[in-house]
């Protein structure tokens, strides 16, 4: 339709034609028409008029036929009967009269016959109203009158008397005269007496002896009669004598107007403009002329449709010319409206592409400035520290210098959030995904604030909630931005607390439906694609918003579509001032800080923006909990969606052995068969057979460890109890240090020996020891449910754990001392002094701990209890008294058994041992990373031994110590190179004298440098790919670099080729674990071949 | 010398030193890479170190000196001598040289030279400290004594 309007719009000529074209074959059509039905019209009024006329015609010849012969007839007939010349009155009385009777009552429709003689006589008959009557003249005598006297109708004889009239002169008229000189004559005229004188043809016709005249009349009223009984069809007729006296006038109009005198002729003439149609002629009515006009208005119709026809015509013309212009004009302006918004919408993307460009680049040239402005601030911290090593510790200027350097961490650290900002921005922030243990992380967040946050006497508590963390807890992940966003939550929470208590909950679930909410609530825009496009003008930046959230739901669907995606919930709750509820949905905006709170804090206010950036870039959604009315302070909720990798198998997982629950990161074994909690237990009892129930209740029971608790913190307590509980420990809390003395009493003030050596006894015997410990069922009132027997494999456990701060140390030690020296055999006592950093330790040797007990250090002491596979020692058991027991000692001989030597471990306590320390802290590497290390450690000689290196590197001195620590690993020979094109030329020279068939690889591993004069690591790298590629192997290359394993420089060193990437300082347990990686992946191609 | 007085300033020197930062715990790790079948493995890795570092400083002061400034030619020997230093520990010299490097990046001229002497004097610290260092040592051992690990951490 456009198109047509368009094209016809477009060519004027064209639209011209189509109109002459269109519009002339209606308009001939018509033409014709009109003009066949005006002649149709036009011959339809003539016919009508022609029959009118004839109708006229045929009435005047009928209506008096014979008046002229009848008259003639009866001129003769009295004309006999006159004798003589000169004939008295009486004569004609006698015998005259009775012949003009005999013609009065004769002749049809005469209404006067009279006889006038020459001198002035006359008899005449005429017809009045209702009667006859004769008027006759009288000329006896020298006056001369007249008498008019009624008749006998039937007779004709003279009745009643005579009465005189006025007499007429009749010899002396027009017709009288023309009478005598032509024998006969006809004219209209009125009658010879009688009231009403009304008009009549007469015909006078004289006597041949020229004695006188005879004359008859005829009323014209017939005529009339029979006249005006025509239909004329809205005509009009008007009819008159030659004298001008109008007959008949059946017509409104005035009969004056006419113009008869010249319408002589039948002839047809227009009068009176086209409203009538006159027509002509002349009537011979009895001998006399009569000239009529017929009148028809049948002339109008014709032009009227003619004219009509005209109307329509210029009607429909002007409807068919200016419908379709108007159509155009409207269709021309509907596309000139399109034609505007189209240029508006034209320029407005435009502006919405100029604004989106300009804000990309913005943000990229913030980026690019931040990242000068970081660089200039590293040299700063370099220089600070040259100048640092340069002054004199202590002095003024060192002092400056330090506070300097606070100062330009802070500034970087400023610098990285608004680069943070910008990157998110612009889209460029990525997730790096590596492998990383959460708890530990999470561990490392709180230890980092904890003395922050002691230091204004608020703790941070670290609640792992159910521990479904720790089962759970090796997970694939971007750990730097993780821990980005707890470091600014806990953070905040801190700056923000003054009193109470900081905890930071953790938990592991099923990524379930509840999640995807989250994505539902974002824009909009990307569900509903029709909309967004539609409004994609409107709003720009909502389109740009939108574009990076379906980047991150990307992201986060790629990570949810993988099964072993687990949901992770943190929540930071403190008992700060707490955010208002209607500043919740703002704070997460940028640049926003709740005024009222903020006092006296700095910051930009992009904390929580970025952190919620970060959250949805991982999949998740954060959140402000509502706290439960009267708490104080703010919760903030935020879920992220981390892979875990599957944990392989450990060595310690025996045949035959009962369910095993390991937990490998945390160094954790419980070998209890029903630690599915304190209900579990007691139902797989409630379970079994009456029988089976006995026989478990009489075996020998293991007498459970018992963990008691001094702590100050309340939330600490809660949470520290709990965490034990869940592994399945008996924990007794002990809120105050006065009740501590008491509590102990109670508990352990009894236990008759000779039970426990009975019990021993039975325990040593019986095959199937079961342990299980009733859990729950803590405190003082438990006790006395159960047997009091003490197990038997292990001494019952006694393990304190007092808050050195929980009340005056001097006083708790004592009651621990006493508590102890009261104890009977067979139970091992260990107390653990929780201590800040530079607290008072116990001279006697009891085990201290650094304050934030939770996590693996929570975990480190509970591991000395004997569920969770702490031995006590023999001679520990011989020598209860002296409970001093090392906590290196109780890691080296668990039965996971790290019987590989540790080189750093060994050599450590070596050290410590040399150096005549007392190991009072907790030397690091012990615990869950000592394990793993241990593990890993006792791999690598396996891993490495007898394998063949090369090693390239420029610098000789790297390359010798990389030499030296691969060969201490085990490696039998190291190829030290110091360029890649000696490499690339070492592997090409083994791969030709190969041959076709290479069995032996030329080296096992090559450790690559990546930055290298004249051929670097990269170029090196594809070279021996290249060489490779020819003889069907791979050789794994491992890139070595002083550069971060997440950096650029990482990336393109895969994109090189190169298997794996490690750091300079080449980490045992880094370059253990990427040998494992390329091991395993060998063996699968291995298998796929 | 009593042996174990020598053993004691040993460790005492070994320790002022990592407490002056002029070690790190790199070198820590090069004395446990040394053992029976390769005894002299800290000096020759450290002599080594020594001969690359004078010959690549003399480099270096050459490279400075030139009308010219080459950046391209003095960027891998810092990253060199950083590279070498960051392996035997000397954290002076490399914090020294990741300066160096930065200014290098922005060519500053005027700045490469003055990070050059004062590598070149964390290098000549660092040099005379190891060079007492394995004095001690040599003398213990001569006196019969064993050499003392050190101790991990700080």
Redesign the interface.
Known sequence: MVKVTKFVSSRPLVSLILLVVFGTIPIVIWCIATKNIRNNVDLLTEDLRSSLVSEIEIIGKFIYPKTNSSTISLARVIDSSITNNNTPFTEIQTQIAPVLFQAYSTFPQVSQVSYISTDGLLFSYITGLNTSFTVFANSSGGDYSWYTQTIDQRTGLLIGDATRSQPLNVTNTDWFHAAERDHTTAFVGTGLGGDDNEKLFQRVVSLDSKKGVVSLGFPVKYLTDALNRLDLHGGEICMWTKDGTVLVLESSQNASSFTPRDCSSGGVKEIKGSKFEAYCSVLEVSGVPLTYTLMSPNKGIGTSISHAAMYMLIFMAFYAIFWPLGFVVFMARAARREMDIRSTLINQMEATQQAERKSMNKSQAFAQASHDIR?SL??IT??I??CR?EVKPGSDVDASLQQMNVCTKDLVGLLNSVLDMSKIESGKMQLEEEEFNLAKLLEDVVDFFHPTAMKKKVDVVLDLHDGSILKSSNVRGDSGKLKQILNNLVSNAVKFTVEGHISIRAWAQKPGPKSSVVLASEPKGSTVSMFSKLMLCMNKDQSSSSSSSTYEKEISNSIRNNANTMEFVFEVDDTGKGIPVEMRKSVFENYVQVRETARGQQGTGLGLGIVQSLVRLMGGEISITDKAMGEKGTCFQFNVLLITSETPPVSDVEAGGGDYITTPNVGLTINTSSLVGGGGSMNIRQHLSPRFNNCLSSSPKQEASRVVLLIKDEERRRVTEKSIKILGIKVTVVEKWEHLSQALERLFGFSPQSSMESSLRNELSSTSSRELPLIGMDGVDSRSQIPRRRSASFSAFVLLMIDANAGPFPEMDDIVEQFRRGLHHGVVCKVVWLNEPNGRGSERGDICCLKPLHGSRLNRMLKMLPELGGIVPKQELQRESLLRHTLVAAAATSPKGTTSCE??EE??S???K??GKSVRTVP?PVGNSGDEQGMSNASYDALLKGKRVMVVD?????S??AT??L??MGVSDVRQCDNGKEAVRLVSEWLTQQGSVVDVLPFDYIFMDC?M?EMDGYETTREIRKVERKYGVHIPIIAVS?HDPGSREAKEAIQAGMDAFLE??MNQNQLGKIIREIDSKRTVHATAE | MELVQMQKSLQDYTKSLFL??VLDS?FL??Q??Q?ES?PD?VS??VT??FQ?SDRILNDLSLSLDQQVVDFKKVD?HV??L???S???GAQ?VK??C??FR??C?QQNVEGCHRCLQ?VKQEYYLVKNRLETLFKLEQQIVASGGVI??????F
């Open positions: 660089g590293a040299g370099g220089l520290d040259l090593q080189i750093q050599s450590s070596r050290y410590n040399k150096l690091k420029d610098n000789r001195i790297t010798s110590v030296r620590k060969k201490k930055q004069p002083g300079k300082d | 002056e930062g790199q790790q090069l446990q890479l053992d390769n493995f020759q890795v080594l170190f690359d891998p990253h060199q950083k590279g070498s960051s392996s035997i002076r914090n020294a990741v300066v930065t200014f990046e004062q003392p690990a050190m101790e991990l951490g």
